[in-house]
């Protein structure tokens, strides 16, 4: 199948790393996709399920932090359930500014709009380079091509940025030191809602170094939406994933069988449980499975922080969660080996946690 879909290409595999998917989106009058982007065609397992609309769980921040503690006991509550039912959920009263939130959108789409030459700067060769400009997930194992331009940036313990646009730096800093404070929050709430320590969680994954990573994505407009993927299913690596979007939907999450499709509220950032925090509970909180689709309308672009544990620091499920009727599930494994080998593969349904599973388990 891959040899035939080369075949009819007439870019070698290194040339089709180079360029990003906006230039070749927005060259000429593009009626359909090139073969490369066919997600159809892809080895990944397409994962047919039906996709729906559905409410999803809204976690009410001002009441963890500032409410009483009847209240913050039934927040507490409802993220145990978020995260067990769900894996995701939308954070409301989060008090990080309007301004801002569209501030960070803003300074993204200026880095996309700037010259392939000035993007191709920061090409990374390897997972850890702390600032990686490029398209597709890793176009040196991407079988299928995916309708995606991203830019990757390490913002934490040691920050980075790339040099242009100018106001990127001053931005990116202030709106993920203040997504760090509200992951803090909910990290502890998560903790306890486990029925751990409120601190366990943070000791455990020494998230006061915890790495940090700014993702941008962008998705051009698809002239054949229906075809092409914007970032298949996968599950993020770190602890707790925040998203925000422009106005333009794509992100799904599946749940109970379905896709079901993000509709957040105006100024909401959304949240979903990633793989070291199911390592962490040892199951009992699962990293959800969620994809981008493309549109033929409007481009999008999303964020995503990665919030993770310290790159050092070995992970292991929680002691006080294993007992004889729940065995422990995985193994551990620094965040920095787990984080090598879910980059330098394919993005492929949930196989790196496969990587730490127990066999028993
Ligand atoms: C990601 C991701 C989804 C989106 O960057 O890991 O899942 O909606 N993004 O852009
Ligand atoms: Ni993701």
Redo the contacts with the bound molecule.
């Keep these: 199948m891959a040899a035939s879909i080369l075949a009819e290409e007439p870019f070698s595999p290194r040339e089709r790393g180079r360029g990003s998917i906006k230039e070749m989106a927005e060259s000429g009058n593009l009626t359909s996709i090139p073969t490369h982007y066919n997600f159809l065609q892809s080895e990944a397992p397409q994962l047919p399920y039906p996709v729906v609309t559905e409410d999803i769980p809204t976690i009410d921040f001002n009441l963890l932090v500032n409410g009483t503690p009847d209240q913050r006991s039934q927040v507490v509550r409802d993220l145990g359930h978020a995260c067990s039912d769900w894996g995701f959920f939308m954070v409301v009263n989060h008090g990080i500014e309007e301004r801002l939130r569209e501030g960070a959108l803003e300074v993204c789409r200026d880095f996309f709009d700037l010259s392939e030459t000035e993007k191709g700067k920061y090409v990374g060769r390897h997972v850890l380079d702390p600032i990686r400009s490029g398209t597709s997930f890793n176009t040196l194992v991407d079988t299928v091509f995916y309708w995606r331009d991203f830019i990757k940036v390490f913002v934490h313990p040691a920050f980075y940025s790339p040099e242009k646009p100018a106001d990127f730096r001053d931005v990116s800093r202030e709106y993920c030191t203040r997504i760090r404070a509200l992951v803090k929050d909910l990290i502890k709430g998560i903790s306890e809602s486990l029925g751990l320590e409120p601190c366990y969680l943070e000791k455990a994954s020494e998230l006061e170094t915890g790495l940090q990573i700014l ?1 941008a ?1 962008l998705y051009p407009r698809c002239p054949q939406p229906e075809l092409a993927m ?2 298949p299913p ?1 599950s ?1 690596h770190g602890l707790l ?1 925040v ?1 925000t ?1 422009n106005d333009v939907g ?2 799904q999450v599946q749940h109970n069988g379905k896709w079901v499709i993000v509709n957040p509220l105006p100024n909401s950032l959304l949240v979903n449980t990633a793989d070291q925090l199911e390592i962490l509970s040892n199951g009992k909180y699962k990293s959800v499975l ?1 994809r ?1 689709v493309v549109n033929d309308q409007t481009a999008r672009i ?1 964020i ?1 922080i990665a919030n993770g544990p310290s790159l050092g620091k070995a992970i292991a499920p929680a002691p006080q969660l294993t007992d004889g009727e729940h065995p422990q599930t995985f193994r551990e494994m620094t965040y920095k080996e787990y984080l090598e080998f879910q980059q330098s593969n394919r993005l492929n349904g949930k196989t790196s946690l496969d990587l730490v599973r127990l066999p028993n388990a």
Excluded: E, P, R, Y
């Design positions: 993702v994505n914007g970032i996968h993020d994933t998203l979007q794509g992100l969620h981008a999303s995503a």
